[in-house]
């Protein structure tokens, strides 16, 4: 199976803008690998931020929004809070498969 | 209100089985694609299993021809049934609601997980 993967840690600092990517070991990251974000805090359950690219939950943040961005799956934080310090994880579809990314540490600082 | 509760988890011997249930509330789980999501301690998410809402699956490689998803509608329940575990199955085991029929029903749902130990 494909091999996803992203930045293992970034920081932003409060207020800043980030951007986190997702590539895809078999080329191009298109609309077709249906990308999602989740968000996940130490103990926690994951939470959805970002489905089909770029469309957001009713309880996504404003400040969060996905695209794809030079072959590359995308999600950018624009006026990163504390409370956005978190694991997050990109997902793509492969033909009825799904692989998740590794997984980027953002830290808040 | 939609709920998902996970089930079954605990510890078992290498070379054991599993059988892991997901009761859902508030929707039907012949409805929507199912989904089962593990964590090992300390590691990323890992994708491990999806069934159609028309009843295809898929499976990651890891787990291929080991683990098998299934549901019962008229339990409401999803399952996962693991076979010949190693202590690489170790992990917490999340089941989500994945897509359904409406645009924003996407993954927008999650159990809170149960832990399955592989060990002697």
């Known amino acids: 199976q494909a091999v996803v993967t992203q930045e293992p840690s970034l920081t932003v600092s409060p207020g800043g803008t980030v951007t986190l990517t997702c590539g895809s070991s078999?080329?191009?990251?298109?609309?077709?690998?249906?990308p999602y974000w989740f968000q996940q805090n130490p103990g926690q359950a994951p939470r959805t931020l970002i489905y089909?690219?770029?469309n957001k939950h009713s309880w996504t943040p404003a400040r969060f929004s996905g695209s794809l961005l030079g072959g590359k799956a995308a999600l950018t934080l624009s006026g990163a809070q504390p409370e956005d310090e978190a694991e997050y994880y990109c997902?793509?579809?492969?033909?009825?498969?799904?692989?998740f990314g590794g997984g980027t540490k953002l830290t808040v600082l | 209100e939609v709920q998902l509760v996970e089930s079954g988890g605990g510890l078992v011997q290498p070379g054991g089985s599993l059988r892991l249930s997901c009761a859902a509330s508030?929707?039907?789980?012949?409805?929507?694609?199912m989904t089962w999501v593990r964590q090992a301690p300390g590691k990323g998410l890992e994708w491990v299993s999806t069934?159609?809402?028309?009843?295809?699956?898929y499976y990651a490689d890891s787990v291929k021809g080991r683990f098998t998803i299934s549901r019962d509608n008229s339990k409401n329940t999803l399952y996962l049934q693991m076979n010949s575990l190693t202590a690489d199955d170790t992990a917490v085991y999340y089941c989500?609601?994945?897509?359904?029929?409406?645009?924003?029903?996407?993954?927008?749902?999650w159990g809170q997980g149960t832990l399955v130990t592989v060990s002697s």
């Open positions: 989500a609601r994945d897509t359904g029929a409406l645009n924003y029903e996407r993954f927008d749902f």
């Open positions: 508030g929707f039907a789980v012949n409805s929507f694609y």
């Open positions: 069934i159609y809402s028309g009843g295809g699956t």
């Open positions: 078999t080329g191009a990251v298109t609309s077709g690998h249906w």
């Open positions: 089909d690219t770029s």
């Open positions: 997902l793509l579809s492969y033909n009825g498969a799904r692989v």
